[in-house]
């Protein structure tokens, strides 16, 4: 089922057109999602909507940005993270840029589920710390360049490497 | 696609409770799944709080280039806007006065070389451009002004002296073009400021258009005796305002226009509202 593209597709054509509907629209589609994925990431609620503020007229500025290759909602993320790295660096860092979700612990039932859902993988991943975690968020599933993410997370790109690597050593030995 | 996530996935998400492992999962198949894209849980009344910001800059006139310049420049947003909106920055108004300045050069390329007419334009430019820089029926923000928390005298101020500033750059920059460019290319500087701070003065008693329609009248004035009791080739030296000895009176003048401003604040304040 992948009518989505398409649709977001003609939607940003008609946007480039100065249909203001079509931002809405889009707008409709993308904007949830985009506030819960960029609330995982900061925890100051008035910078995220200010982001998702500030992605939305960009949208609307430069739709000729899209350059029709992938997905429309991807080229949205891409925009929306920079955004919160420009902010987060325009703006003292509060508190950890990150919600963590470790004040709510699984049960073990709930462990057992996702062992047989995920495999050894998502054992591996969760296994990980916050700090190594937070770094293969941003890098692998962000697709942030080392200095992005470090920009992102408030550490030095060298760091983002060394935990990236150490991260890496610690899935592959979950996985064995 | 055949994976899913479920409304309940999607709720654990939303709340921050999902484990690392399936929020990348949930993330990575939203960004390409529309129908799980439209089952996240959604908060209406802070989507649309957001989507009335994202109405409020998209339908927003685009900011004119001088006001972009003077955010360059270090000018705060609110004083930018205020001096941007003024009639005698805009650019229409500069290429009026560009234009002025090219017709006197050109005029003062007579057999003489003699500076003279632009030496009597050139003070006069200032003074309208500060005569129109604030008041009913000129500023187009005048009743924003008006209502706005700010004393008028300073933005009568502010307003003045940027285009008192702009227009005598402009004319600076004209007087290089004079055949021929000496001390007496600048003889125009201190009438122009005299003129100017005696508009403002008078500004406290009539409205400021009034004002500079008076001093520009008494400013011919001035130039019309100069000329009728003159003797000998038209100079520099014809008008009495350009001679060194009454270069001291003009800034004398232009003090006395200060200080009257300075005393009568408060009544241009009244008047104003």
Redesign the interface.
């Known amino acids: 089922?992948?009518?989505?593209?398409g649709?977001d597709r003609e939607l940003l054509a008609a946007l480039a057109a100065g249909e203001?509907a079509a931002?809405?629209a889009l707008?409709d589609?993308?904007?949830?999602?985009l506030?819960?994925?960029l609330?995982?990431r900061c925890s100051d609620r008035d910078v995220v909507?200010e982001v998702?503020?500030d992605t939305?007229?960009a949208i609307?500025?430069k739709p000729g940005a899209y350059d029709g290759r992938g997905?429309v909602?991807?080229w949205i993320?891409g925009i929306g993270i920079r955004r919160l790295i420009d902010a987060l660096r325009r703006r003292p860092r509060r508190a950890p840029a990150f919600?963590r979700?470790s004040d709510?612990a699984?049960s073990a039932e709930e462990m057992v589920l996702?062992g047989v859902e995920?495999g050894d993988?998502?054992?591996a991943?969760?296994q990980?710390s916050p700090e190594l975690?937070e770094v293969v968020?941003a890098t692998v599933?962000d697709g942030l360049t080392t200095r992005e993410a470090g920009r992102l997370l408030g550490i030095p790109a060298g760091t983002v490497k060394t935990r990236m690597m150490r991260a890496k050593a610690q899935l592959r030995e979950g996985l064995i | 696609?055949s994976w899913h996530a479920e409304d309940e996935l999607l709720q654990r998400?939303?709340?921050?409770?999902?484990?690392?492992?399936?929020?990348?999962?949930v993330?990575?198949h939203?960004?390409?799944?529309?129908?799980c894209?439209?089952r996240?849980?959604?908060?209406t009344t802070?989507?649309d709080?957001?989507?009335n910001?994202?109405?409020g800059?998209?339908s927003a006139p685009a900011t004119r280039f001088t006001e972009r310049l003077m955010r360059v420049l270090g000018i705060n947003a609110h004083t930018a806007r205020l001096l941007a909106a003024t009639p005698a920055l805009s650019t229409s108004w500069l290429a009026g006065i560009a234009a002025t300045l090219a017709f006197i050069i050109l005029a003062s390329h007579n057999k003489s070389g003699d500076p003279l007419p632009f030496l009597l334009v050139a003070p006069v430019l200032p003074l309208a451009g500060v005569a129109t820089a604030y008041g009913r029926g000129v500023d187009p923000t005048y009743e924003i002004g008006a209502s706005a928390p700010m004393r008028g005298l300073r933005l009568l101020m502010i307003r003045s002296l940027a285009v008192f500033v702009t227009t005598s750059a402009l004319a600076v920059a004209a007087s290089f073009a004079l055949p021929r460019v000496d001390l007496n290319a600048a003889a125009w500087i201190l009438p122009a400021v005299a003129l100017a701070t005696v508009c403002l003065a008078l500004s406290t008693w009539l409205s400021p258009l009034r004002s500079a329609v008076i001093v520009a009248l008494a400013w011919m004035a001035v130039v019309i005796v100069s000329l009728a009791v003159a003797t000998g080739p038209l100079r520099v030296q014809t008008i009495a305002a350009f001679r060194e000895g009454e270069q001291a009176w003009l800034a004398a003048t232009a003090l006395l226009g200060v200080l009257v401003l300075v005393v009568r604040r408060n009544h241009f304040e009244r008047m104003d509202r």
């Open positions: 089922m992948n009518r989505g593209a649709d203001e931002l809405r707008y589609r993308h904007a949830p999602w506030i819960l994925r609330a995982r909507d998702v503020q939305f007229v609307w500025r997905e909602g991807a993320w919600t979700e709510v699984p996702l995920h993988l998502a054992g991943m969760n990980l975690r968020q599933l | 696609m998400y939303a709340s921050g409770a999902l484990d690392a492992a399936n929020s990348f999962s993330e990575a939203i960004l390409a799944c529309d129908d894209r439209m996240v849980p959604r908060d802070r989507l709080a957001i989507w910001g994202v109405r800059s998209i």
